[in-house]
């Protein structure tokens, strides 16, 4: 079934060439930073993650997103997102490759990662957060492979694996819940420290999941002989509308909060993200134009979801998905993690800029994610194709 | 300094090395006198009040610091010396584990209109509150920070993975992270430690360390650097908050005193007499 990835189109290898360009770079770069220690990046005392844990929290919703097309099919047995439930488990195998690559590569002493394992420490978020995630990948891996195999070889899957695939579901909301536990279990961190910090977790990750499962389904669609079929789509639209409006609500709810309570600690932040804080005569602002871009962006999206006239057509929808794919990218891979550490416990302001080294080991590595998805979409397309014929 | 308090130093040193309770060593000195007097109460990790453990605090006299100008940078100064604590000349790469902040910044929520003018130019030292109930140490996935049985909290810099979940989790600000290496040099050849003290460890890159209450100089009888150098004017007063009749329980009973942050309900082993 391996052999599938090798045969492609010149548009497939240009892109596979593409794709492993930026992980040379990526390589490179972190060779650098192992080097030199993590002074590489832009990180600094005050604020001590970046991006590459801002990317991790945003992929790992990009993981759990795929279960929005797992959990129908499984559980309310919704036959027409058969066709995508494998494409939603491949998604999320290289989601969760990225995020472990993130993880490690914001690690000071990376070649020490075995520790969590050798003295496991259950009071520690980080560590549910690693047992969730490999155990994801693991059941995604299963689900996956087996069901594809199973139709490359013509014959119905093995009934096993469907524990698997049971399993799977309520650990896809696990992975996600673990880790906005990571944030909303801090004291003095009054960012974080909310209650809707799960559930709003998870309502961004059902919306950006399923936009870009949607967004790489059209895509296949155009080059390829495979079509998820209109009702699968439709539905897709629905799930993502609707995660994304919950998730506005959401953010809705922590504006009401903080400044209807008024209460400095919980305002802070949400000054400094959406309008810039003052500190003596400077006025700290590096997120706002990103804050109040992915916002409007975001309003703007959902709105269009609604349209019938957008939906149907896939040269309107294309854009509307990207555009709600950035923003809930902006809120999560950048304000959420960011905007924690400011202001400081010392309620300093500290800002924070990405290097260029940063940024190309980033950029290296959701390559790499991509290179996963691309080949695994490619033998799963091919697979279905041939049994189609 | 008199026999008593040296011993007391000597067992608390011992104790803190040991990584083990002290009830036996301590019944002595606290020859039965237990009474429920000292709040939150507990020899450590986060386990519920007990008195019978020794729990190491500190109280700061910032009315003497800002009396003796000069004598908290001393403090700092010393302590980063024998810690071997880098200076890389830039607040990025910033390493520090005692250090002055103003009112508004060490108390955040004790802001408010119109305060004493005095207050406003005081300076606070700052460092590991070594809290009773420390969020860093529910955080660390590896245990590399740990609490130890008489209340310090501690790290094992050979065990840490510099995940930094623990200073995300500090609500004091108290860890530094090593981006970088701390034994090397600047471009223009000047050693980030100016001088090594061969005693203590200097760290690797891609560590996170702070104030470890000196627990190397207590194994030795010895007090923390900070509180040696401040003690000819007394301006800080560390020891066993669980014992009734230690200085330190004398001066929380008898006189006003504040900690950083109190309602998050991590029990600083911090105070300061304003
Ligand atoms: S002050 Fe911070 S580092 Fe020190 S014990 Fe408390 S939480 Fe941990
Ligand atoms: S950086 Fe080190 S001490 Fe801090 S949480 Fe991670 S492993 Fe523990
Ligand atoms: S107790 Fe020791 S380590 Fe802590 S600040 Fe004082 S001198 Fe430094």
């Given amino acids: 079934m391996l052999e599938k990835a090798l045969k492609g189109s010149k548009t497939y290898w240009t892109w596979i060439a593409v794709l492993l360009g930026f992980i040379t770079v990526g390589v490179i770069c972190y060779i650098q930073q192992f080097n030199y220690g993590l002074g590489y990046t832009g990180m600094s005392r005050d604020v001590s993650w970046g991006v590459y844990i801002a990317q991790f929290t945003f992929l790992v ?45 914001d690690l000071g002493q990376p070649m020490r ?34 069901v594809l195999h199973s139709e490359y070889k013509g014959a119905p899957p093995p009934k096993w694996y469907k524990i698997f695939a049971y399993l799977s579901i309520p650990w896809a909301f696990s992975i996600h819940t673990v880790t906005a536990f990571l944030y909303a279990g801090l004291p003095g961190r009054d960012f974080w420290l909310t209650a809707v910090m799960a559930p709003r977790f998870l309502a961004s990750a059902f919306a950006a999941g ?57 305002m802070l932040t949400l000054d400094y993200l959406f309008w810039g804080i003052k500190e003596g005569t400077e006025v700290k602002n590096n997120l706002v134009p990103f804050m109040r871009f992915s916002m409007i962006l975001n309003i703007i999206a959902i709105i269009l979801m609604f349209l019938p006239q957008v939906r149907k057509d896939d040269s309107k929808l294309v854009p509307v998905l990207i555009a709600m794919f950035v923003s809930l990218w902006i809120d999560k891979g950048v304000g959420l993690v960011l905007g924690g550490f400011v202001p400081t416990p010392l309620e300093h302001i500290t800002e924070y800029t990405p290097t260029l080294g940063e940024i190309l080991i980033t950029l290296g590595v959701w390559a790499t994610g991509f290179l996963i998805i691309t080949l695994l979409f490619k033998i799963t397309v091919d697979v279905k194709v041939m049994r189609e014929n | 300094m008199d026999m008593k308090r040296r011993d007391f130093l000597k067992i608390a040193g011992l104790t803190a090395i040991a990584g083990i309770g002290a009830p036996t060593a301590f019944s002595r000195l606290l020859k039965g006198e237990v009474d429920g007097g000292a709040a939150y109460a507990s020899g450590g990790e986060g386990a519920a009040a007990d008195s019978n453990r020794v729990r190491l605090g500190m109280v700061i006299d910032v009315k003497k610091f800002n009396q003796y100008k000069g004598l908290a940078q001393k403090c700092i100064d010393a302590c980063h010396q024998i810690h071997n604590v880098p200076d890389y000349g830039n607040k990025k790469d910033e390493i520090k584990w005692l250090w002055q902040e103003r ?52 790290m094992d810099y050979h ?91 004398r001066i929380l009973r008898s006189r006003f005193t504040i900690q950083r942050k109190p309602a998050l309900g991590t029990h600083p082993s911090l105070f300061y007499l304003i």
């Fill in chain 1, 61 to 105: 919703g990009v993981a759990a997103g795929g279960v929005m097309v797992v959990l129908p099919y499984y559980l309310h047995d919704y036959k027409t997102f058969g066709r995508i439930t494998v494409l939603g488990e491949f998604l999320a195998i290289g989601a969760v490759t990225m995020c472990l690559m993130f993880i490690l590569a």
């Fill in chain 1, 113 to 146: 990662a075995l520790n969590v394992l050798l003295h496991p420490t259950p009071n520690s978020m980080l560590f549910y957060d690693m047992i969730v995630l490999n155990g994801y990948l693991f059941l995604n891996i299963i689900c996956g492979w087996v």
């Fill in chain 1, 210 to 266: 399923p936009s870009l499962l949607l967004l790489i389904a059209i895509i296949l669609k155009r080059n390829t002989k495979f079509d998820i079929g209109e009702v699968a789509q439709n539905k897709l639209c629905t799930i993502i509308t609707y995660a994304a409006v919950t998730n506005l609500f959401l953010v809705g709810c922590e504006f009401f909060t903080a400044y209807y309570s008024n209460i400095p600690g919980h």
């Fill in chain 2, 103 to 154: 009112y508004e910044n060490a108390f955040p929520e004790h802001s408010h209109y119109r305060r004493n003018e005095e207050l406003e130019k005081m300076y606070f030292l700052v460092s590991c509150n070594h809290c009773d109930n420390p969020p860093c140490v529910r955080a660390c996935p590896t245990q590399a920070t740990f609490k130890m049985k008489n209340g310090i909290v501690a």
């Fill in chain 2, 159 to 249: 065990r840490c993975i510099g995940c930094r979940f623990c200073m995300a989790a500090c609500p004091y600000g108290a860890r530094s992270f090593n981006w970088r290496d701390p034994r090397g040099r600047s471009a223009d050849g000047r050693p980030f430690i100016a001088h090594v003290n061969p005693d203590f460890p200097t760290r690797m890159r891609g560590v996170v360390e702070k104030c470890n209450f000196c627990v190397e100089r207590l194994a030795e009888g010895l007090p923390p650097k900070c509180v040696e150098v401040a003690s000819p004017v007394k301006a800080m007063i560390f020891g066993d908050l669980n014992d009734p009749n230690s200085e330190i329980s």
